[in-house]
């Protein structure tokens, strides 16, 4: 078989890269392991605009949120299925200084924030003594439909391999790539936190961390909203079900869900939730997360068939389409991609 790139990885950065080169006619073959928890997988989908304890506005955010709703809401168009929708975070504070540094934002006249005027809005919903802020808007992007019916078109036009890469059967025949039968012009690494061990690419500086989440079935929550009180309760598109998560961890032993995180989480949702629910699921995984937390874009200094497009951290939903369409044009059209993203900034790093 002969391609111009061979894709490694169908989770949301594989999906968009496949998708954008596929609009350029380009000829390449996806393969993906279907791992059932990789991040892709497990994720609740958030693009909130503004991120940490200062409600600070995420990096590109401008360019960031519209991009990404014009993009998931053509491919769910194309696909037949909801991608995206739009809802705002009610953000329960836990203290009085946490309402006191949301209060500072608001005054500061940032974009997304404002505290509410109905402050017992949630009464019946939600135990809560110190009131809430908005932010607005937000999106959740449907990654439970968007990977199955993006893979189900991949099958379909027999451009996915459902197995497990294996780097050693790689050659670099210098101008070409071979894996197995296939030869192609260039490799393009999507496979989040398998990269960092990929002999090319682990002097970059990633940084994953251990995140956990639960799923739930909760049947009388208005599900136009996100609600936070240090875990974030997020709906997905099937009604009725719930997504709570996550943790941040940077010391690990392995990567499986814990007992502490399931007890943990069930007792909070016990004293904050006024609503039955039960847990239907519980996933854990390793963000693809970077230590300046940029993404990891563009191809090697020294060995320019092989390219990546990783890093996405805790906001591949938002990074992903924007720098998969970035990547497609560098890759045919040499168009720089921004250099806070561009992994030419660790050249002297990779040529070491
Ligand atoms: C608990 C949790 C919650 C999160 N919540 C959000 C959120 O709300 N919003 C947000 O934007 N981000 C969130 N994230 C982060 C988000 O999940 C990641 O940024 C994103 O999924 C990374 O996507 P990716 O495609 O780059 O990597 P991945 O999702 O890791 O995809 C890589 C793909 O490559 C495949 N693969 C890897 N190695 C091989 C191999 N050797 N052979 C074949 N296939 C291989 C994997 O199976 C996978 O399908 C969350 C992450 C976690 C863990």
Same mark, same amino acid.
């Given at each position: 078989m002969?391609?111009?790139?061979?894709?490694?990885?169908?989770?949301i950065s594989g999906t968009w890269l496949s998708y954008y080169l596929q609009k350029e006619g380009q000829r390449f073959i996806v393969i993906d392991n279907n791992f059932k928890d990789a991040p892709s997988r497990i994720?609740?989908?958030?693009?909130?605009?503004?991120?940490?304890?200062?409600?600070?506005?995420?990096?590109?955010? %401008?360019?960031?949120?519209?991009?990404?709703?014009?993009?998931?809401?053509?491919?769910?168009?194309?696909?037949?299925?909801?991608?995206?929708?739009? /809802?705002? &975070?009610?953000?329960?504070?836990?203290?009085?200084?946490?309402?006191?540094?949301?209060?500072?934002?608001?005054?500061? /006249?940032? %974009?997304?924030?404002?505290?509410?005027?109905?402050?017992?809005?949630?009464?019946?919903?939600?135990?809560?003594?110190?009131?809430? #802020?908005? &932010?607005?808007p937000v999106y959740t992007v449907h990654l439970e439909n968007i990977l199955p019916a993006w893979r189900k078109e991949l099958l379909k036009k027999k451009l996915l391999l459902e197995e497990e890469f294996i780097l050693s059967e790689l050659q670099d025949n210098?101008?070409?790539?071979?894996?197995?039968?296939?030869?192609?012009?260039?490799?393009?690494?999507? %496979?989040?936190?398998?990269?960092?061990?990929?002999?090319?690419?682990? /002097?970059?500086?990633?940084?994953? *961390?251990?995140?956990?989440?639960?799923?739930?079935?909760? *049947?009388?929550?208005?599900?136009?909203?996100?609600?936070?009180?240090?875990?974030?309760?997020a709906p997905l598109a099937d009604p009725g079900h719930w997504w709570i998560g996550s943790a941040y961890e940077w010391d690990f032993t392995d990567v499986d869900p814990t007992e502490l995180f399931r007890t943990r989480v069930s007792s909070l949702l016990k004293e904050w939730l006024k609503q039955p629910f039960s847990i239907t699921g519980h996933f854990a995984s390793l963000r693809p997360a970077t230590l300046e937390r940029r993404p990891f874009v563009g191809l090697h200094p020294l060995q320019s068939n092989m390219g990546i497009l990783?890093?996405? #951290?805790?906001?591949?939903?938002s990074l992903a389409p924007f720098f998969a369409k970035q990547l497609t044009d560098h890759l045919l059209h040499?168009?720089?991609?921004?250099?806070?993203?561009? &992994?030419?900034r660790f050249s002297k790093t990779l040529a070491r």
């Open positions: 002969i391609v111009d790139y061979i894709i490694i990885g169908q989770g994720a609740a989908g958030i693009i909130n605009p503004v991120t940490g304890r200062r409600h600070a506005t995420v990096w590109m955010a %401008d360019e960031l949120l519209p991009f990404a709703w014009n993009a998931y809401t053509e491919l769910g168009e194309a696909q037949g299925i909801r991608a995206i929708s739009q /809802k705002k &975070i009610i953000d329960f504070f836990p203290s009085a200084q946490m309402r006191l540094s949301f209060q500072q934002r608001v005054e500061e /006249k940032t %974009d997304y924030v404002r505290m509410s005027s109905e402050e017992d809005r949630f009464r019946s919903m939600f135990n809560y003594d110190l009131g809430f #802020g908005e &932010i607005d210098k101008d070409k790539i071979q894996y197995k039968d296939i030869i192609a012009e260039k490799i393009i690494f999507c %496979d989040g936190p398998s990269s960092a061990a990929n002999p090319w690419f682990e /002097k970059l500086p990633f940084a994953p *961390n251990k995140g956990e989440a639960l799923t739930l079935q909760i *049947n009388e929550l208005p599900p136009d909203n996100i609600y936070k009180k240090g875990l974030t309760l990783n890093g996405m #951290g805790t906001k591949g939903c040499g168009i720089p991609i921004t250099p806070e993203a561009d &992994i030419k």
